[in-house]
Structure formats: C-alpha cells, structure tokens
C-alpha cells in the first residue's frame, strides 16, 4: 500500500485527468503580446480537454507571451498554494519558475516574459518548454501541463552546450615545432660540388700534360729515407689531423698532436731541402760547404742536426 | 621493485599514523543543542563511533569549547546541529569557524528551517550557499511521504549527484531520501558541489507569510538544492544540509528509504573517509636513460622525456590504486607549451602510476611541469617541478649539411692538391720542365 502511494508520489507525470478529479486549468489563452500590449497570437488551451499542446510561441524583441486561466479543484475555481509556469531549456535542463497571481476565485494570469528569466535561459537560440504546475496541499491531484515552447527570434547567445564543465580538463595543446633549416636542394649541391672536383681533375690533367712526373723519387728516398719519412709523414699526418679534426676530435687534443707533428715536420722538412738541393745538382756529400754561384740562394739548413750523420 | 618499496612504506606509514578509517584524524566534535537529545541521533552517531571517530559531545552554550588550542585544531571534525538556538555562541563564530576550516578541519552543518541562526547564514554565504530565511520549508506535492499528506512537507528526493566520489553507487541508484526542511541556492563557484536536489515541483515558501499561496520562492525546482558540500582549496570540507531531521532516528528507520546510507555516505566523504586522493611520488628522466639520472634539474631543448606521476586513492581505510583518465600533465613557461593526458601505465596494491613520453618544446628557458589535478569531490592535486631547458651546444648541431658538399670538395680538393705539390717537389725531374733552361 505505501508502495503504490510512494509510486504514485514518486512518478510525476501530469496530464489530462477526467474534470473532476484534482486541480485543472480552463480556460486558457496564451498571447503573444508586443511591448504596446497588441495581441499578436492567441492559443487557447484547457487541461480537461486537451492533453497537451506543443505549440511553439516565436518571441521577438520586446515581445512576451501573456496567459490567462482559470485554475479549478475538483471543478470549482480555487486558489493553488503553488501556481508557477515552469520554464526549461531541454539542452541543458536549467528550469527556472515564473510565479502566476492568482485570485481567489482561480483567475489566474502571469507575463512570461524572456527578459525577466534568468542569465542561462535569456536569450538562448533553443526554444524553451513551458510547464503550467499547479498544485496545493491537502490531497488533490496536482497538475503537470505543458503548455507549449517560446522560442526566441532574435537569439542572442549561441546554442549552450549540454554540460558545461567547471573543474574539469582542458583542452590538450601540442607544441608545434620550428620548422627544420631550409637547405637548397640537393642537386644543386651536388652540382657545385661535382663543378669544384672538376677543377682538381682538371689541375691533375694539366699537371700530366705539362710533364709532371716523379722520376727523382726513389733516388730521393734511397737518399734519405728517415727524413724523407718524416717530411711526407708529417704532411700527410697533418692533412689526416685536420679531417680528424672536422670529424671528431677537439681543439686540444688538435694542437698537442698538431705541435708534435710540427716538430717532426720542421727536422725532416729542413733534411728534405738539403737534399733536394744535393740530388738536383747531383752532389752525394756535403763535405765542405762552399759558397758559390749555384748554393748562393739556398739557406744552409745549419739548423738541422740530421745533417751531421752525413 | 622501487615502486614496491614506495608503495610498503607508505602502508606502513598510514597503518601508523591513522587508527580511524578517515584520512585526516578522528576527533569528532559534536556540538548540538539544549533542545537536541542526542539520543534521537543514536543511530547515525553510533555509526560514526563503529567507524573509529572519537566523538566529543558538547552544547552549543558551553564556555569551555574550543576550536584551537595554542594554535593547533583540537578536534579534526566538526559536526554543528543547531536546533533551536538564535545564534553561535562566540565559541562557534563564523570567524572561528573559517579558522578551522582553513587549518584544515571539516565541518558537518544541519539546521532545521525553524532556526537557522543569522551566523550560520553568514557562514554558509562564505561558502557561496544562500540559505534560506528562518521558518522558510521545502514542500514538493508531487513528491511527499504519504504521512505528510496534508502539508506536504515531508518530501521525498532523489536528485543525487552524478559524481562517483560524494555518493556511493548503491546510495546514487537506490530508493529516495526522506527529507523535512529548507533548501539553498548555490553559486557558481567550482568549489561547491550539489549532493542532493529537490525535484523540478518543489519549492520554498514562508511558512509565516505564504500560508496561502506561494508568491515569491527563495528558490525552486532543481535549483532548489537540499544538501551542498564544498571542498575548500586546501582540501577542507564542509557540507550544509538543510534538514536535521534526516539523520534522527525517524527518519534513518524509515527502511524503505535511503536516510541510512545517505548519511553514511556523506559523513564518509565530508570526514576524508573517501575521495581522498594524494601524490606518491613525481619522476621525470631521459627516455631511455637509466635509473640514476632521475628528476634532473636541467633538460636541453628538444629532449624525449619520460614522465610519471604516483597517484593513491584512500578508501574506507587504505590506501589503493586511483584509477582515473584525465590526468594531465603541463609543461609551462609563463604560459602552457604542452598540456597532455598521462594514461595509466599499471597499477601497484596501493598506488597508479601515469606515465606519458614525449618531446620538450624547441624554447629555452625555465619551465615547470605542472599536474593540475582538481576534480569535484576528489581532494585537489597539485604537483609542480621546475626544470630548465637549455639551447643546443655549438657540438650539438647536425654535424654535415648537404649545402656544404661543395665547400667538402674544395676542402678536399685543397690538402690532396697541397699533398700532391710536395710531392712533385720532391720527385719531379727538372731536366724534362724546361729544355734550355739550366739552373746555375
């Protein structure tokens, strides 16, 4: 029994109920009145009669829409101790209540008017469902009856989203790189790069042609072999130093290495001038160093103790 | 393994610590009135002393209660019924009362719509909840306990909050609540969460003035809110319901409605019971580093990193794993460069860990890595770390760019040729350069 009582309590469904039993609205006319209070409108509408409307209501600026009803309990107009028109936004299920005068006879009349809602549903492009509630204590039925929809012509917020989150995350933001460096394309890299090999390959050309040749060579490393070593050792150390260098090394470790193969450099280049000197002019011994014609533009390598072992 | 070790000493510590099943202590006050018999509570305090509270009764007038001793809270929760009392009492304040909550107590208010002392509205508006005036009652007459059928005024709700962390499930989908008071309206601050509101019929009116009809409500419908907690910024909790009698005996006997659970519930969650969710610990590498390069303070720009946070949920009495899916992670400098989510990577007996790899913005400068995590009804997270990133270092750039290859070959093609020369020196015969030509 209390079961079926909560049930009943619990489901608030409204609707038309036989006249005679619980609160009713007759009567009833929605207009759809301008600021100068001319009628644009007029929907009539009776709870006893008519389940429901869905009648939507367009509502311009300045406009309203004006009710006019009857409230009656058990057939006989009455005051209800609750008399409000529901207004809800289905979107996002804000419902605010716009509360109707009432007489004590149950005339009842009420303006609702867009301006006059609250915040939310002013001005919202969704239109907004009107619900008469009329209910009283005591055990009457109360009444749930829609009314039908205001929609506004002119809305002045966009349509609100359905949950509108307060604390909650935010939108995710992915860095954007700088872009990488713009290089010219490669062809044309290549193409200077193959421009300036060329012009090596031509220098070496040139060399043949002009009667490059290196015949005096194995005299000239019989001759000296251990500086001869140290003198193309050091160049082509120095060349290997440099390309390690540009590949990995420090500048540090360069200029200890470098200092070392210098030194080794400068004794054998000495011993190398010497004996360039010697194999060109075909003399095999110092023996005594006399100047003369053919030694007068050379720099006698006194500084080179090498010298000494011949 | 680490996290295992974390995660023992972090059961250990709160086995220590903590003896009630809340996170945050279990001294309870509750204050209630000469006109309340806190024997027609039983039921719902006996409930709180089989959750180890160690509950302190004591009046309203009483000279010797005290919030704060030498500065420090003396009881870590606070239940207020006044029921018939016009004020406070200077022990109770609404300054007092600020002063606990933001030291860090919680507070359990209930009030019956014939007194609502002035001081309590003025508390309860600190909070952004707009209580409604004295001898103001929420009637609903679609929505009634049929032994109310005359007035209306014993109603019956179920607009529960949909938020998971306030209100159990089996509490959120079970029978309505029995409820006889008032209602307020709430603000729109994120700090306030609805618990319980009325149905879109109900309204308030002045049992005084409105005996005939109803003209102006304080509030109605679904805005008409019956119970509201908030949970301040320094994860203090306060609920505000509008009727006292939905903890009395009464109504919690009432079995075929929810009172019993209900305020099981909300007294777990406003006592740190539940919902109580801290930081184990933050770890950010190199990706592919090992471990002992852990939290640097300096990163280079573009770097992959690893990020992983340690989450742990305390639920009715221990600590377990808090499984959520929008933990998210921001690197800022002055503004937010990258806001990501950090999905769950597995989870441990007691903690979660969130973890998430990704590259650092190309910016130098002085970032941090924030976790803003504040969700209602979940305590507030926020995990912040400051970082550098450095610019490039002169070796740190690509090495050989294909724009160069001509400036390689002329390189190249310089030491080979200044090789090639010395070696023509050395070898070359003079007699074949030029004929006639003799050096003397």
Known sequence: MLLHHLLLALVSTSLASAASSGWSVTNGKASLTTRANSKLSTELFDSTTTPSSSHTFDIGTGERLSLLFTCKNEGEGARPHQAYVLVRDEVTGLESAVVASVRESGKAKVDVDPRNLPAPLNGVATPLTLTLAIASKGDSKPLLYQLGKIANKNPTKPEAEANPVRYGPLPEITHTFRSEQDLPPRIISMGFAAAVIACFLALIVSWTSLDANLSLLPRRLAAAPLSSAMFIGSLIGFEALLACYWLWMRVGEVLVIGAGLGVVGFLGMEEERYTQHMVRNGQKKLGRWVCSKSNRNIIPPVTNPLIYFY | ?440
């Open chain 2, 1 to 440: 393994m680490r996290f295992f070790q974390m995660a023992a000493a972090v059961l250990c510590a709160a086995a220590g610590l903590v003896s009630a099943k809340s996170a945050t202590g279990d001294r309870l006050l509750a204050v209630l009135d000469a006109g309340t018999d806190h024997a027609d509570y039983s039921q719902f305090f006996d409930g709180l002393t089989d959750r180890h509270f160690d509950i302190t009764f004591s009046d309203l007038k009483d000279a010797d209660l005290a919030l704060f001793k030498l500065d420090e809270r003396t009881y870590d929760h606070l239940i207020l019924f006044p029921s018939r009392s016009k004020g406070l009492g200077p022990n109770l304040a609404p300054l007092k009362l600020l002063e606990f909550v933001n030291a860090g107590g919680n507070i359990l208010i209930a009030t019956n719509p014939s007194s609502v002392p002035e001081q309590l509205r003025d508390f309860a508006r600190e909070l952004g909840v707009e209580m409604a005036e004295r001898d103001a009652a929420l009637v609903d007459h679609w929505s009634y306990d049929s032994s109310s059928h005359e007035s209306h005024a014993l109603i019956t709700a179920n607009g529960f909050t949909g938020n998971e962390y306030i209100l159990s499930e089996e509490v959120r989908n079970g029978p309505p609540v029995l409820y006889s008071g008032s209602a307020h309206a709430l603000s729109n601050s994120p700090l306030v969460v609805p618990v319980l509101s009325a149905g879109r019929t109900a309204y308030v009116y002045d049992t005084k003035e409105e005996q005939a009809a109803s003209e102006d409500p304080w509030v109605s419908g679904t805005q008409a809110h019956l119970v509201s907690v908030l949970q301040a910024r320094n994860n203090a909790r306060v609920a505000v319901v509008g009727s006292m009698s939905m903890f009395s005996n009464e109504f919690i006997d009432r079995k075929e409605y929810g009172n019993a659970k209900f305020v099981r519930d909300l007294s777990g969650w406003v006592f740190a019971e539940r919902g109580v969710v801290k930081v184990v610990r933050v770890r950010h590498h190199l990706m592919n580093e090992t471990a002992h390069a852990t939290n640097p303070s300096n990163y280079r720009v573009k770097n992959d990193i690893t990020y992983a946070i340690e989450l742990s949920e305390w639920s009715v009495g221990h600590w377990q794993p808090y499984i959520a899916e929008d933990v998210q992670l921001e690197v800022i400098m002055l503004d937010p460069y990258i806001r990501t989510t950090l999905p769950l990577l597995l989870t441990t007996p007691t903690t979660s860990v969130y973890e998430k790899s990704f590259m650092l913005p190309d910016h130098y400068g002085t970032f941090h890595f924030k976790v803003n995590y504040k969700r209602p009804g979940v305590t507030y997270i926020e995990e912040r770390e400051s970082v550098t990133i450095r610019h490039f270092r002169h070796d740190e750039y690509p090495r050989f760019i294909s724009a160069a290859w001509p400036y390689y070959g002329a390189a190249a093609a310089v030491s080979l040729g200044f090789l090639g020369v010395c070696i023509l020196w050395m070898g070359m015969s003079e007699e074949t350069l030029s004929e006639g030509k003799k050096r003397d």
